[in-house]
């Protein structure tokens, strides 16, 4: 039987932004998409969501004082 990463407690939820959704981010942001924070390819998480180098993974965590906070990472090889 095999357990989804993100179905454990201590892993925030992770999506890939589709590609309108990565332009809009990066608009709004005034960056490219280089200048985001890099997480690999290898990454387990980034396995098991299927997101290839290129995309970006949105993540989402949960926060004691603002309820949950939102990070970017660029997948990389």
């Excluded at 039987?1 to 959704?21: G, N, R, T, Y």
């Excluded at 993540?59 to 939102?70: C, L, N, Q």
Aim: charged share 30%; proline share 5%.
């Amino acid at each position: 039987m095999k357990v989804s990463l993100q179905d454990h407690v201590l892993v925030p939820k992770h999506e890939i932004l589709k590609e309108s959704e990565a332009e809009e981010l990066l608009k709004l942001l005034g960056v490219s998409k280089e200048q985001l924070p890099k997480i690999k390819s290898t990454d387990p998480i980034v396995k098991e969501i299927g997101a290839k180098p290129g995309d970006i993974v949105k993540i989402t965590r949960k926060s004691h004082t603002a309820g949950f906070s939102i990070f970017y990472r660029l997948v990389i090889e």
